[in-house]
């Protein structure tokens, strides 16, 4: 723990599975990870929240329709409403649109089949917390691994996200082409990550927290990391 | 299955002197949930009572070897206070009936068994084998099969990295569903019996799911009998897996152990509470008084013996001291499981067993544990006209085919092509170890918070072992054992699982002997003792058995996982070395079963110490640095290994095949101890030398390069060609769009 | 009383449904060649102990907003209650 690092939270739920791994991407990227438990509606003073990926309570409802109603959830809209910096991952992604703090919703992927690969991400816009360090149209390689990550959202929804410029990633190729065969999931527009309109809720299928030590995967994920942690320091939601 | 006028003994899969004995230990009749007790623990899945005799002659002690055979795993020194803790199991009966829970619960089941030896699941893998995807039942256990695996492993957050898929004819009835957990535990936090300080008044605490009526004569019966056209009927044996449940299971019995609060923990597999009470109770040397009106039920009005043998999954036994209940019961409100005291050790070794206030059993503990039944069954070579013998050798056949042609139908043939549609499946990242998974000869996983990483490697080679069972039974071993060297790593133990027919047929008892006597010679060579295992019988339908297919789960250690060997060919201008020696070896070859359509003639030969110098070879190379890659020469030769480098690595090669054998012979001759290695050019001159030291034979027989692949004087190709050959294949055969 | 509902849960119409595709594209392959529209969704049966049918209904109404369903991209339906 070193002093004036910013602190990021990882909730663990009942079924979190990258819990860990979001807390060892955190310390790898200079932050002090801090377990935070779901049944405890205290976010315990950290300066951003990350909800890891994995399955909370099985996913035997719907993902994330559970997990929403932790004690914890109130404390992170509260927080979110503040303006401080919420990373939903995978099944975190899943949480925040189910709790209604980003618009759509993630079904079954197109194939039907659960999905691990690495895969490249196409930046689209640098107003959020996750991308302040990056350029719109750069490109990243991250792994996606997940059965439910299809986006979807009605007309009328995808439209405003689009208008908005809620979109964050898209699947594309390496050089930022997007197209069916770089889309994993089935997922509209390509869609990959999207953020709220503040920009300080973020929430994205693919795992940045499995792409930030290079001995065991891609680093794509470094400049989201750094990014959170910047958007930390400047203590938004304090 | 059986006509219901038998005798009760009978219906429960015991046999008349069984029966006796059973009397006999008593000095009475048993009552009828006693007699359920016996024919679950003394069945051949529980009780290991034909393959016991020979097992015992396995090499099981070794430098390394902290916890050998007769525990839930075994378990290696991997140094700094660290253990490994690994064992394979079997899930085909079940898979075989419905093969996405058979194979779920299949994960479910392995990873409980390292859950209770204290260590914390780090890796999952899943060597299995099918009947041709050419037909379609056979498609949907391939597909259910990998669904379930991914749908239970990926849900409980321990990374699938490996495994192997087989295809074959006799597996079309008798699906092989292997599947391999390792653990990683603090050596002094070993939970195994040894540790145990049970006393008389300890409690056993049941935690975890409720115990149901499905499951019953579930593992054990249809693992200790051959599967008919009856077996439909089955189907309510299958056990409905929970890994949500699992995944609470894991932490809270990792936090348990952590905090000390337990004397002992056990895991419910086969015979359910009867197997995990009388366990306990006889490795502490004592009873207990099992009270069946504290279980939690899932179903109301369950009889004795119904709850006493169910296999309900996600259960746990904790032994624990009455001082420490109440912090037990805490953790496990924590992470939402239900706790209940079942049973409390006593003194004496009687098992009694209580249901609505009444005795319903009262046995000794050791009687259903350690005094089964134990077979020396009659053995028989197959006769003198086997597939196997000399003149049938494939490499004798005419051979007038392209042989470029030859060499793209063994790259597509489902056994050798990419198995990505599988393995994509598969969460093999969680954890953030995986240094690397699928793709890699050996998987290596890091150990937490240190440089050194874990190699595993599972392989069985089951044409071998249906032309020669030791033969094949070696050859698995020293495959596995090279494909763990081909990384750096040194080999250090094995588990395994043994796939077989009925052991009453001397035919099949016969391979079995063969098979652990191949393995027993190739173990002591390596000093890769073995660990544990299962033994899987009765893989066989309408008496036709699988291929005797014992499967071999590697595990090594490298020290520094930056010093690992890629498989892949990493850059151009390398030098492209073939260790070992080609010999004139199709018999039982990839080539002769997908392009000459047989399996037939014998399998290559197997030099023991030649072998054990490659594998020092490979790791004293990989310690200086000198290789920009390895790859054991497996199924499909030379030719296949190159290719499967060039694919992996997306760097081509231009290679002259070395020798004055037929091309064909040389290029898909399987002979064993060879790998393919690239070296930079500075390298070279030191790489010889020390090959020379080893007394490892090489041939330089070209160099890596860009996008072309050239095999001098036969064919060539590109990297992308190859690759689009060998990613389509099983999608193709799946009819799905590539 | 004691009231047991049945609640049928599925994707909104227009939306994207992965299964119920997966369904459709099946059927002909076996011969069914005239079927249309088909959608895979979730049946979720439950019993509510309430004062009257009518509350237990109100109540059932309510979780399926809540929690069996997703509002952004589910509708549901809740079939005839039956006294359990």
């Given at each position: ?30 932050g ?16 951003a ?6 399955f ?41 649109c ?21 895969v ?34 009605r007309?009328d ?14 699947y ?67 | ?7 009760l003994?009978r ?8 029966y ?5 230990t008593?000095g ?9 007790m ?24 070794g ?57 914390r ?90 115990t ?34 699992e ?9 348990l ?7 002992g ?30 279980v ?88 003198a ?28 043939s ?15 990242i ?30 069985g ?101 930056r ?57 004293a ?49 399987e ?29 330089r ?38 | ?6 609640v ?5 119409p ?12 099946a ?17 979720i ?31 549901f ?8």
């Open positions: 723990m070193s002093d004036g690092a910013p602190r990021i939270g990882v909730i663990t739920f009942p079924g979190s599975l990258d819990d860990r791994d979001a807390q060892r991407a955190v310390t790898f990227m200079g002090d990870a801090v377990a935070l438990w779901h049944a405890d509606p205290d976010l315990r003073g950290v300066d929240v990350v909800l890891p990926g994995g909370s309570y099985g996913d035997y409802l719907r993902c994330g329709a559970i997990a929403r109603f932790a004690a914890v959830m109130d404390e992170v809209r509260a927080f979110a409403e503040r303006g401080g910096p919420v990373l939903g991952i995978c099944n975190g992604f899943q949480i925040l189910e709790s209604g703090l980003l618009p759509g919703a993630l079904i079954r992927n197109r194939s039907l089949r659960f999905i691990c690969r690495d490249f991400l196409r930046v689209e816009t640098s107003q959020s917390v996750v991308t302040s360090e990056l350029t719109a149209g750069e490109t990243v390689e991250i792994p996606v691994k997940h059965g439910e990550g299809q986006f979807v959202a007309e929804e995808l439209r405003r996200i689009e208008d908005e410029a809620l979109v964050v990633f898209r594309a190729s390496a050089d930022g082409a997007t197209g069916d065969a770089q889309n994993p999931n089935g997922s509209i527009d390509h869609i990959a990550g999207i953020r709220n309109a503040r920009g300080n809720v973020v929430g994205l299928m693919p795992h940045p927290e499995h792409a930030v030590d290079p001995d065991v995967g891609p680093t794509g994920g470094q400049p989201l990391f750094a990014s959170l942690l910047a958007a930390a320091m400047a203590g938004a939601g304090a | 299955m059986t006509a219901p006028e038998e005798p003994h219906r429960l899969g015991l046999q008349d002197d069984e006796d004995r059973i009397v006999e008593l009475r009749d048993p009552r009828p949930a006693e007699l359920a016996y024919g679950a623990m003394w069945s051949e899945h529980c009780s290991y009572k034909s393959s016991k005799i020979h097992l015992k002659t396995l090499p099981t002690e430098p390394a070897v902290l916890v050998g055979p007769g525990q839930d795993a075994g378990a290696v020194d991997i140094g700094d206070g660290m253990a490994a803790v690994f064992k394979m199991e079997s899930h085909s009966h079940p898979s075989a009936i419905e093969p996405y829970q058979g194979a779920a619960t299949g994960v479910g089941g392995i990873v409980r068994d390292i859950i209770s030896m204290g260590a699941p780090v890796a999952l893998l899943d060597p299995l084998m099918f009947g041709p995807l050419t037909a379609e039942r056979n498609r949907w256990l391939f597909e259910g099969v990998v669904a379930g695996i991914g749908g239970y492993g990926n849900c409980i957050g321990v990374p699938t990295v490996g495994g192997e898929i087989h295809f074959a004819g006799p597996h079309s009835q008798n699906p092989t569903v292997d599947v391999m957990c390792v653990g990683i535990a603090r050596a002094d936090k070993l939970a195994t019996s040894q540790s145990l300080t049970a006393n008389a008044g300890s409690l056993m605490v049941l935690y975890g799911a409720a149901g009526r499905d499951g019953i004569g579930g593992v054990s019966v249809l693992a200790s009998a051959t599967l008919d056209a009856s077996s439909e009927e089955s189907r309510p044996a299958v056990q409905i897996g929970d890994p949500f449940a995944k609470l299971l894991i932490e809270a019995s990792l936090e152990i952590d905090r000390g609060l337990l004397e923990l056990q895991d419910l597999g086969g015979a359910g509470i009867t197997c995990a009470v009388s366990e306990s109770a006889a490795r502490a040397g004592m009873g207990a008084h099992l009270d069946l009106d504290a939690p039920l899932r179903e109301a009005g369950m009889a004795a013996f119904e709850i006493l043998t169910s296999e309900s999954q996600e259960r746990m036994l904790a032994i624990v001291h009455p001082s420490r209940l109440a912090d037990v019961e805490a953790v496990c409100a924590r992470w939402g499981l239900t706790t209940a005291v079942i049973a409390e050790l006593v003194e004496g070794g009687g098992l009694r067993v209580t249901l609505g206030g009444e005795l319903v059993a009262e046995v000794p503990a050791r009687s259903l544990v350690d005094e089964g039944p134990e077979y020396d069954r009659p053995m028989a070579p197959p006769d006209t086997a597939m196997s013998s000399a003149s049938n050798d494939p490499a004798l056949l005419p051979f007038d085919k392209d042989v470029r042609e030859a060499f793209f139908s063994v790259l597509t489902p056994n050798i092509a990419s198995k990505r549609w599988v393995f994509e499946q598969y969460d093999s969680v954890q953030g170890q995986t240094v690397a998974g699928a793709g890699s000869d050996a998987a290596l996983v890091r150990v937490p918070d240190s440089l050194k990483a874990i190699a595993l490697s599972s392989d080679k089951g044409r071998y072992g249906a032309l020669d069972p030791y033969l094949g039974a070696a050859h698995a071993v020293a495959e596995a054992a090279r494909n763990v060297a081909a990384t750096g790593a040194t080999p250090l133990a094995i588990t395994n699982c043994l796939n077989f027919g009925n052991p009453e047929r001397p035919l099949v008892m016969w391979q079995f002997s063969e098979s652990i006597r191949g393995m027993r010679d190739a173990c002591l060579a390596f000093e890769t003792p073995v660990t544990g295992g299962n033994v899987s019988f009765y893989n066989e339908s309408s008496g036709s058995a699988i291929w005797p297919t014992p499967v071999i789960g590697m595990l090594g250690l490298l020290n520094d996982h010093l690992r060997v890629p498989t892949g060919f990493p850059r151009p201008g390398l030098a492209v070395y073939l260790l070992g020696e080609t010999f004139a070896e199709l018999g039982g070859s990839e080539f002769a079963e997908a392009v000459l359509g047989v399996v037939a003639g014998q399998p290559p030969r197997l030099d023991l110490d030649a072998e054990a110098a490659l594998l020092r070879f490979l790791q190379a990989a310690a200086e640095t000198l290789l920009a890659s390895g790859h054991d020469c497996g199924d499909g030769g030379i030719g296949i290994a190159l290719a499967e480098s060039a694919i992996e690595g997306a760097h081509g090669f231009a290679v002259t095949v070395p020798g004055d054998l037929p091309a064909h012979v040389a290029l898909f001759s002979s064993a101890s060879r790998a393919i290695v690239s070296v930079a050019p500075e390298h070279e001159v030191r790489l010889t030398a020390l090959a020379a030291d080893h007394g490892v034979p090489l041939s027989i070209g160099e890596t390069g860009g996008p072309r692949v050239l095999f001098d004087g036969l064919f060539d190709t590109t990297v992308d060609e190859l690759r689009e050959a060998y990613e389509t294949a099983i999608p193709r055969l799946l009819g799905e769009p590539v | 009383m004691r009231c047991s509902f049945e049928l849960v599925s994707l909104k227009g939306l994207s449904d992965p299964q119920g595709k997966a369904v459709a594209s059927l002909p392959a076996l011969g069914w060649t005239n079927v249309s529209g088909v959608r895979v969704g979730k049946h049966a439950l019993e509510v102990e309430a004062a009257d049918e009518a509350a237990a209904r109100a109540q059932v109404e309510e979780m399926a907003v809540r929690l069996l369903s997703n509002p952004v991209i589910e509708e339906r809740i079939l005839e209650a039956e006294e359990a």
